[in-house]
């Protein structure tokens, strides 16, 4: 029998489709939403791989095909559902962008055969979708304004790398796969991947499954199309509580791990806390000396009006100095309590 799913007034669930008529509508009610609900459940359509990875790379060799095969193309749509612990299901919204043309954008030809014979409607996504960077700047704004515990991924590594496309978070995704990393635990936060969860759940084929196969083993009712953002966001979500109800353990040692990449995301973070920390000391450092200068300035007691005056200038130039480097003492010194903060969580699982 399935779960019954709740929204915010008792509803139905229901996968809310944006564009960009009504995407100022749609996000006020996800700003709203997000009050009460603060895990994530995301999932992407994009044009395919254009690269392809043999099974059992390396995870260097790995992302490089990925940040390739993201970077050379544009997410097509993005679903998020929102769920709070209990497993209630706030809403799911399906954003739809009209920055890929399939006839002058890099795509993989049969991925797009695969989505239009899914349904999608690539006519109207150029027509009615939404520009990219205009979605960035409204729904980057809307997380700032709350906390999200958690984002959750079915074999989600080009989920959360169009993610960071789309939010905003980073132009193009970074050279090396540290600095990924590095990124994804300080700007998204921590991630769980059902593909990899279902590593640890017996009966589930050691995770080598697809989202449709597993919601047939968990026996999940699907609302919406398959391999339509919004509908696969919602399938997560609700499978994500169905193995948390069915297996009795911490699902938390899955936390910060994606499918295919064998180490924890927040792992290399403190392989940086020593270079932050020096950060943190040379701004010091530097802080003391412009303060020193500052003194020095008003030492002499008596001077005529042209020094007093060519002293003031001086003093306004080093006090706006100090202001740029107690601003980046400050940041380093964030970045650094992050960074030890996350290690010890890491520590403590």
Known sequence: MDRIVRGPRGDNPLIREVWAY?????????????????????????????????WGTFDEELYADFRFNVNQTKVIQLGVTVSDESGNIGGTWEFNFSDFDPEIDAHNPASICFLKQNGLDFGKLKKDGIKVRKFAIRFLYTLGKHAIYRWVTFH?????????????????LPE???????????????VRDLKHMARFC???????????????????????????????????????????????????ICDGFLYGLSKKFEELVGLQTHRIY??????????????????????????????????????????????FVEHEYETAQFCYYKACNIMYQGFHL
């Open 278 to 323: 020096v950060q943190i000391q040379c701004a010091r450092v530097k802080a003391m000396v412009i303060h020193k200068k500052m003194l020095q300035l008003f030492e002499v007691e008596s001077c005529n009006e042209y020094e007093l005056s060519k002293k003031l200038k001086e003093f306004e130039v080093l006090k706006s100095h100090f202001k």
């Open 176 to 190: 090396t796969l540290g600095e990924f990393k590095w990124i994804v635990a300080r700007r998204v936060g921590t």
């Open 22 to 54: 009504n995407l100022d509508h749609e996000i006020i009610r996800l700003d709203r939403c997000l009050l009460s609900y603060s895990i994530m459940s995301i999932d992407t359509e994009f044009p395919g791989c254009i690269k392809r990875t043999p």
């Open 202 to 252: 017996e009966g589930l084929e050691g995770g080598n499954l697809g989202l449709e196969k597993l919601g047939q083993l968990l026996d999940q009712k699907r609302f919406g199309l398959k391999h339509h953002a919004g509908s696969d966001s919602l399938m997560t979500a609700l499978l994500h509580e169905k193995m948390l109800q069915r297996y009795d353990f911490h699902a938390e």
């Open 156 to 172: 989600g590594l080009y989920d959360i790398g169009y993610l960071m496309l789309a939010m905003g978070v980073v132009k193009s």
